[in-house]
C-alpha cells in the first residue's frame, strides 16, 4: 500500500482518494476505519477504579465466568464491553481473534509452537501461553503467512 500526502492551502476540507485495481476487503476495511466514529479510549476496571487502557500495552482479551477481561502486562483488568465489539474497534492487523473466547495482541506475541497436532500454542512477552483453536488455525496461519 502507499499512502500519498498533498498539501493544498487553497483545500477547505480533507479529501481522501482511494486509487485501486479492484474493490477488495482490504479496501472496505480501509473505509471502515475512515468513517468509523468509534472512541480510541478503553477503560479497563480493577474493583472500582476504571484505567485507561492503550492498546499497545494489551497482550490478549478474553472471556471467563460470563466477563470479558485485559491483560496489559502483568495486570488485569474486566471491560465493559463484548468480545465482539472489542474485535470491531482494535486493529485487524495486529490484534487477532485465537477462539470463540480470546484475541491476542500480535506484537505481544514471543513465539509460536505448531508441534500440538491441530492447534498452535501462542507464548505471550508477559509469560502467558494461549492456545488457537482448531476453528481458527487456518485464519492464524493466514495471518504468519504460513
Known amino acids: 500500500m502507499q499512502i500519498e500526502i498533498a498539501v493544498d492551502e487553497t ?3 480533507i479529501k481522501i482518494i482511494i486509487v485501486t485495481p479492484q474493490v477488495t476487503n482490504e479496501v ?4 471502515q476505519k475512515l468513517q468509523a466514529d468509534v472512541p480510541s479510549m478503553m477503560i479497563g476496571f480493577q474493583g472500582d477504579q476504571g484505567v485507561i487502557l492503550n492498546e499497545e500495552d494489551l497482550h490478549r482479551i478474553y472471556s471467563a465466568n460470563g466477563k470479558i477481561y485485559a ?3 502483568h495486570e488485569e483488568y474486566t471491560l465493559r464491553l463484548r468480545l465482539y ?12 481473534r485465537i477462539s470463540y473466547s480470546e484475541i491476542v495482541n500480535l506484537k505481544k506475541v514471543k513465539s509460536f ?6 492447534t498452535i500454542c501462542i507464548h505471550l512477552t508477559n509469560g502467558t501461553t494461549s492456545f488457537v483453536s482448531r476453528r481458527y488455525v487456518s485464519k492464524i496461519k493466514q ?3 504460513i
Do not use: N, S, Y
Open 71 to 73: 491483560v496489559a502486562g
Open 113 to 118: 509452537d505448531l508441534g500440538f497436532t491441530g
Open 11 to 13: 483545500c477547505k476540507d
Open 28 to 31: 472496505h476495511d480501509i473505509i
Open 85 to 96: 465489539e472489542l474485535e470491531q474497534r482494535l486493529d485487524k492487523h495486529i490484534f487477532v
Open 143 to 145: 495471518v504468519l503467512g
